[in-house]
Every structure is written in C-alpha cells, then in structure tokens.
C-alpha cells in the first residue's frame, strides 16, 4: 500500500501539471487532482502519525488535525478567490459532517470489530461537547437569525466579529487544555502501542509536512478549476461538490489516519483527530476564511444555509449523545455512518 500511495504522488503530481500546461480535460484534471491529493494526505498522515507517537495523544492528534485541515484550507483559498463562496462554504460543512459522521463512525465501526468495547478521556469527551455547542449551534446559529435583518454589509461586518471571538475562544481552549490543565486531560491509560518507533524521525517527518503541503497547495489550485464543469456535466450542484467532494478529498489524511489509530486501539488519538479537526475547522479555519475573504473579489460571511444548519447541528448534537460516556463500540459507529449517508443523499438531491 505504501508503494502504491508513493506511485500515485510522484506520478500524479507531475500529471497534474502537465495536464494543466497541456490543457486536458476538466474531468481529466478532476481525476488526477483528486489522486494525487489523497495519496499527497497519505504522507502528511503518515508524518503527523510518527509525530504523534514522539508527542503524545494530544499533542499529535493536534498535528494530525492541523496538517490535514491544511489541505483543506489551501483548496478553500483558491475556491474563494475564484468567487465560489458557495462551495467554500458547504466544503466546511461537508469537513464537519465528514469528521464527526464519517471519520468517527468509521473509526467506531473499525475499532470496534476489534475492540468489543474502547475507551477514551471523559475529560475529553466534555470539553468536545461543549465547545462543539459553542461554535456550531452557537456561533454558526447567530448569523445567519441576525442576517435576516441586516443588509450584506452588516451581516459580513457581525461575521468579521464572530470570527476574532472564535479564533480567541480556540487559541484560549489549546493553552487552557495543554498548558494550565494539562494534567486533567493527560491519559492514565496508555495503550502498549503509545511505545512502538515512530516510522519516520522527527526532522524527516517535518520535511516530508512541508513539502507534502506545497504540492497539495499546486494540485489544489489546479482542482478549483475544474469545478465549474464538472458540475455542469454531472448536475452536481455547488452545494454538493462542497459538502461531499471536496470535504472527503481535503480531509483525506485525518479519514486514514483516525481509522488507523482506532484500528490500534489509540482512541484518544482518534477521537481527537475526528472531533479536534471539527473545532478546528469550526473555530479556526472558517473565521480565518472570513477574514481572508476581506481581501478577496468576494467577501464570504459566515451564515449557512438551513439545509447545513440543520445537518452540522444535528451531527454535534448524535456526537455527543453517543461519546459523552467515554465509551465507543461497533453499533454507534454504524449508527454515526448511517446518519452520514443519509445527509449525503440529502445533499445530493437538494
């Protein structure tokens, strides 16, 4: 598997750009671009894993999360400067829809085939819970009531406070949870895997990040062109390209990696990759998109559609109702999958 995912990024990538200089076409591209970046995330997962193992749980499902939503980022500022604010916006729902369904349900199911029951920190699961209530039924919600009394200019300026207060909230809840109360979160119950080598040492781990991440962003630049076609040509509407394609494709690392760790009985790692991604993205990289978009042709402010609303608060809410005990099995995963292909094929037909 390793040499296959080799393959596919030093060959996919330099398709890509001859593909671009070439000119081929746009589902030629889509395919290529879609290869390449996942098979890019495999080695940024495979880095931040061997990070983790040097760091500790937290602090490597926190590497984890952020280098996979790097890509995810990278393919967002492209897509908002070419005005797609649509597909920006529903790709973030599609990121926190496909972490906390998806990526926890499959890591639940995963671990679970293997595991009859797996536990990871209640402190944990609380704090998650919390936060989650704060970002996406709170700070989501506000907008977009408020919105419906404002003009554009107003609701984008509300938007722009929205955005420093949430990026303060989560630069507060990291130095409160790694530093100040750091002994509350850290792990009695260390799995015997938490010992085994790292795959890569710490420098070549870094190394491999950096230039996994420039490539991504090329290859990500290339993808956003595509997406004007390729909805015409299959009838997939904007908000679907970002909820489902573009969210699988960008978190692609954090999906193999969650299940990974899980699959390893690791769940702190797991649950914090698939939960710390959603925070991170709901707390971090939208605001910071907001405040991107300041700069761009196109201001995005932070107000969803109802559809996505409703489905990222009913997501938070199954979450934490199913990991609140600190417990997870085989059942509740299938239970948070199903939930996640029934949204998709809502998506779908909307």
Not at 5 to 34: D, R
Not at 112 to 121: A, C, E, L, V
Not at 281 to 290: D, G, R, S, T
Not at 305 to 316: C, D, G, N, W
Request: proline share 3%; net charge negative.
């Amino acid at each position: 598997m390793d040499r296959i995912m080799a393959i596919l990024a030093f060959v996919g990538v330099p398709l890509v750009g001859i593909g671009a200089f070439l000119h081929w076409s746009a589902i030629t591209m889509f395919v290529l671009c879609c290869i390449a970046i996942i098979a890019l995330s495999g080695y940024i997962g495979r880095a931040t894993e061997s990070l983790a193992i040097v760091s500790g749980p937290r602090i490597g499902g926190l590497l984890n999360a952020t280098f996979g939503n790097a890509v995810e980022l990278i393919i967002s500022i492209f897509t908002l400067k070419a005005g797609l604010v649509g597909i920006v916006l529903a790709s973030l729902t599609g990121s926190v829809l496909g972490n906390l369904l998806l990526v926890l349900g499959l890591s639940f199911f995963a671990g679970g085939i293997k595991f009859q029951r797996q536990k990871f920190s209640l402190h944990d699961a609380r704090y998650n819970s919390g936060l989650l209530i704060f970002a996406i039924i709170v700070a989501f919600v506000i907008p977009e009531v408020f919105s419906m009394s404002m003009n554009p200019r107003t609701t984008f300026n509300l938007s722009i406070g929205i955005s420093v207060i949430l990026i303060a909230i989560y630069l507060a809840g990291l130095f409160f949870k790694l530093v100040t109360h750091r002994g509350v979160f850290s792990s009695s119950d260390v799995p015997a895997e938490e010992t085994e080598e790292p795959e890569w040492t710490k420098g070549r781990s870094i190394l491999v990040l950096l230039v996994a991440t420039v490539a991504v962003a090329f290859v990500s630049e290339q993808l956003v062109h595509t997406f004007e076609t390729l909805g015409e040509k299959f009838g997939w509407t904007e908000l679907f390209i970002g909820v489902i394609i573009v969210a699988i494709v960008g978190n692609a690392a954090e999906h193999v990696s969650a299940i990974t760790m899980a699959i390893k009985n690791r769940m702190d790692v797991s649950v914090e990759i698939a939960v710390g991604s959603t925070l991170q993205v709901a707390m971090f990289v939208a605001p910071i998109l907001v405040l991107i978009s300041i700069f761009m042709p196109v201001a995005m402010p932070l107000v969803f559609t109802i559809p996505e609303l409703v489905a990222m608060i009913t997501a938070a809410l199954l979450v934490i109702n199913l990991s609140n005990d600190g417990e997870s099995n085989w059942f509740e995963g299938l239970i948070l999958f199903a939930a996640y292909i029934i949204m998709g094929i809502g998506f779908y037909l909307l």
